[in-house]
């Protein structure tokens, strides 16, 4: 009876850790609700700067100082951070980006208690001004289709 308990909680325990690991490959997406939410604070060089320093406080040490993920705590981390300079990540609404910098997703912390809510639009400012810059030279030169 013995090896038959143990045989099930082997079982139980590998069908659990499949679990986790599915639900953490799975796509972090806000709802609606939270996407539609505008970013109350004005874009403009001060809450843009305040953003900064929050950021270089509270996720420059993950997210690198260009965002694009390489900071110096990443290496350490079970999953890379992401790179915040990607099309997929600055395509989201102001309202889904402050979601998850609310509620967070391993091993990203949530930050609902660590900042203030004004703090977290104002990450958000920031964050967008790291988007790369197109050239409008090149822009410009390349032929219409």
């Not at 890379?80 to 099309?87: E, I």
């Not at 997703?105 to 964050?127: D, G, H, S």
């Not at 409008?136 to 390349?142: D, V």
């Given at each position: 009876m013995n090896a038959r308990r143990a045989a099930l909680a082997a079982s139980l325990w590998m069908v659990?850790?499949?679990?986790?690991?599915?639900?953490?490959d799975?796509?972090?997406?806000?709802?609606a609700r939270n996407a539609r939410k505008a970013n109350p604070v004005a874009t403009?060089?001060?809450?843009?700067?305040?953003?900064?320093?929050?950021?270089?406080?509270?996720c420059l040490s993950c997210h690198g100082a260009n965002g694009t993920?390489?900071?110096p705590?990443?290496?350490?981390l079970e999953r890379a951070?992401?790179?915040?300079?990607?099309?997929?990540?600055?395509?989201?609404?102001?309202?889904?980006l402050f979601w998850k910098i609310t509620t967070g997703k391993k091993p990203m912390p949530a930050f609902e208690t660590m900042a203030t809510e004004t703090e977290r639009w104002q990450i958000i400012l920031y964050m967008?001004?790291?988007?790369?810059?197109?050239?409008?030279?090149?822009?410009?030169?390349k032929p219409a289709k």
């Amino acid at each position: 009876m013995n090896a038959r308990r143990a045989a099930l909680a082997a079982s139980l325990w590998m069908v659990g850790i499949a679990t986790l690991a599915w639900a953490a490959d799975e796509p972090w997406v806000a709802s609606a609700r939270n996407a539609r939410k505008a970013n109350p604070v004005a874009t403009d060089p001060k809450a843009i700067a305040a953003g900064k320093e929050l950021y270089a406080d509270q996720c420059l040490s993950c997210h690198g100082a260009n965002g694009t993920g390489n900071g110096p705590a990443a290496k350490d981390l079970e999953r890379a951070p992401t790179d915040l300079t990607r099309a997929s990540v600055l395509d989201q609404t102001d309202g889904a980006l402050f979601w998850k910098i609310t509620t967070g997703k391993k091993p990203m912390p949530a930050f609902e208690t660590m900042a203030t809510e004004t703090e977290r639009w104002q990450i958000i400012l920031y964050m967008r001004s790291l988007a790369p810059k197109t050239s409008t030279s090149q822009a410009a030169s390349k032929p219409a289709k």
